[in-house]
């Protein structure tokens, strides 16, 4: 049996980087990125696609997506509570903490 592919989303491609890492480490496969580079990096870009991202993932593969909490929460469950309420099992909304992005 062939390991698993997911799918990934992070806010700008260092984010990108750290999700295709994650997903190697758990055995499995990195599938398509869904960074578009017409579509903007940041949360805001990020945000926007979340909804639909979930629609998706009830149909395709998981979806890792990796975003900054940015004080945009209290907490990231409660984060993740307000991007997408409605979260399919599938759609893998993740919150990183800071010193991931320091390098």
Do not use: Q, W
Request: proline content about 8%; aromatic content about 2%.
């Amino acid at each position: 049996m062939s390991p698993p592919e997911i799918d990934y989303l992070g806010e700008g491609p260092s984010d990108d980087a750290m999700a295709r890492k994650i997903i190697v480490t758990a055995a499995c496969l990195p599938g398509t990125s869904y960074r578009r580079p017409l579509s903007g990096t940041g949360k805001e870009s990020l945000d926007k696609r979340l909804r639909g991202l979930n629609a998706g993932a009830a149909y395709g593969r998981p979806i890792l997506v990796l975003r900054d909490l940015n004080r945009d929460a209290s907490c990231p469950a409660e984060l993740v509570a307000r991007l997408l309420p409605n979260r399919h099992d599938n759609m893998l909304l993740r919150v990183c903490v800071r010193e991931a992005e320091r390098g």
